[in-house]
């Protein structure tokens, strides 16, 4: 388990996204979905950074039945601002997702993970092709380049090249990185999903529902931080093979 000796500052990047913010409503309102699961040595620092990102933001951060000092951190977050916390048995990344949308008030709603592997100085970008009214999803890349990448694990790379071309030979399109943890919502695309999945499930879920539904996707390139197991990643081969079985079972299920 990572320390937060061990947590990679993330670089100051925000001042190149605030004139996107500048440039969209200044009534537009976000809501950030962060669930989280042991992270204690990340989460305090992510959260600080949910919070500069330059919109009017709602936080809901799903405790997922932590063992470690997360929960502490949490309640002491929760004390001195305003966001909520919600807390459950530990049931995964999907369950954690579905018990916050009955809260979600933002417009555009932001997957956020508690890891520290996405940065949110990228949500400005994320945001702007929802906000002018051009797309309904947005996936954040990190196969597609241009931002700084952590060398990570290439079974990893492999398996998710790999998951990203099954969709797009089932469902029709040209997503470069379906597993992405940073995925972007109209509030009402989200609610209109009816999703299941209780686990890393949930990504393929997401994309084979908003393909089906022909929603407007959009992908932006992103920053990446991957985890080394040792530093806490918690995805295995066992997501792989679940994220193949839930593409095919939803390709033929209406």
């Known amino acids: 388990m990572a320390t937060p000796a061990d947590v ?4 100051v990047r925000f001042e190149r996204d605030l004139e996107i913010a500048r440039s969209l409503s200044p009534a537009l ?6 669930p989280v699961y042991n992270e204690e040595a990340t989460v305090a620092q992510v959260l600080e950074r949910v919070d500069a990102v330059p919109f009017q933001k709602q936080i809901i951060v799903v405790d997922d039945g932590s063992t ?10 929760r004390t001195r601002t305003a966001g909520v ?8 990344k999907g369950a954690a997702i579905r018990a916050a949308v009955p809260y979600v008030d933002g417009e555009i709603v932001v ?11 990228d949500v400005p970008r994320l945001v702007e ?5 051009a797309a309904d999803v947005v996936f954040g890349s990190r196969l597609s380049g241009g931002q700084p990448q952590r060398a990570y694990l290439f079974w990893h790379l ?32 989200l609610r209109s999903l009816d999703l299941r999945e209780d686990r890393f499930g949930i990504e393929p ?19 990446y931080y991957g985890r080394s197991y040792a530093e806490g990643k918690k995805i295995t081969w066992r997501d792989g093979v679940r994220a193949v079985g839930v593409l095919l079972t939803l390709r033929v299920r209406d």
Do not use: H
């Open 8 to 11: 990679v500052a993330f670089p």
């Open 29 to 34: 309102r976000l809501t950030f979905i962060v």
């Open 68 to 77: 470690d000092g997360t929960p502490a951190l949490l309640e002491e977050w």
């Open 85 to 92: 916390v919600l807390r459950q048995p530990n049931r995964g």
């Open 111 to 121: 997957i956020q993970d508690a890891d520290g592997e996405y940065d949110p100085a």
């Open 129 to 133: 092709p929802i906000a002018r009214g």
């Open 158 to 189: 492999v398996g998710n090249r790999f998951l990203s071309l099954l969709t797009n030979v089932l469902y029709n399109t040209t997503l470069t990185d379906m597993e992405t943890g940073y995925k972007v919502f109209r509030a009402d695309v």
């Open 205 to 223: 879920e997401i994309t084979a529902k908003i393909c089906k539904k022909r929603c407007r996707i959009y992908e932006l390139p992103i920053a």
